[in-house]
């Protein structure tokens, strides 16, 4: 599924459609997180990362939250 968000941070803008799901997997990936040390370490649970990466959940707040955990910025959620 492919999502848009709009204005997830005043600093990053949506260009276009991006499938935020899979920029979080590969983010999480290349970390080498699985999932449940992603949830630990941003204070979600899996069930929610799980719900994020297949894009049914682009909650703004979750995905700084995970940003913040992969020490990524969170436009790179937003852009290719």
Do not use: K, W
Request: charged fraction near 25%; charge should be negative; glycine fraction near 8%.
């Amino acid at each position: 599924m492919i999502n848009s968000t709009y204005n997830i941070d005043a600093s990053a803008t949506c260009l276009g459609h991006i499938d935020i799901g899979d920029a979080v997997r590969r983010s999480r990936e290349a970390v080498g997180y699985s999932v449940e040390d992603l949830a630990l370490t941003c204070g979600l649970t899996g069930a929610e990362i799980t719900r994020i990466e297949l894009g049914d959940d682009v909650d703004p707040g979750r995905l700084r939250r995970i940003a913040a955990a992969l020490r990524v910025p969170t436009s790179t959620f937003l852009l290719n």
